[in-house]
Nanobody, 116 residues
Framework: QVQLVESGGGLVQAGGSLRLSCAAP????????MGWYRQAPGKQRELVAV???????NYSDSVKGRFTISRDNAKNTVYLEMNSLKPEDTAVYYC??????????WGQGNQVTVST
């Protein structure tokens, strides 16, 4: 099973910035959409942002204007630039790649903690 590899999580102060990245091995094959989800303890996993191969994006209302998703198709990599971070952004962030309806794959998860 091929898994996505995430990096970039950590601890930041409120108002700060953090950049996440997620790489898919070449062996994963053709990818349609890539995105970022997050999950806090005891809460449902929620969509943060998604980007299609052509560059169309969609954001959760809670991060709109603060986060930016991008991807490099040549490198099979998706990024999430997080600015003006708030304590409520604290969660485990998971990247996702899909070729619907054939398959969906996930990263291992990356802890982001925003302190007050």
């Amino acid at each position: 099973q091929v898994q996505l590899v995430e990096s970039g999580g950590g601890l930041v102060q409120a108002g700060g910035s953090l950049r996440l990245s997620c790489a898919a091995p070449r062996s994963i094959g053709s990818i349609n959409a890539m995105g970022w989800y997050r999950q806090a303890p005891g809460k449902q996993r929620e969509l943060v942002a998604v980007i299609t191969k052509s560059g169309s994006t969609n954001y959760s209302d809670s991060v709109k204007g603060r986060f930016t998703i991008s991807r490099d198709n040549a490198k099979n990599t998706v990024y999430l630039e997080m600015n003006s971070l708030k304590p409520e952004d604290t969660a485990v962030y998971y990247c996702n790649a899909e070729r619907t309806p054939y398959w969906t794959r996930w990263g291992q998860g990356n802890q982001v903690t925003v302190s007050t």
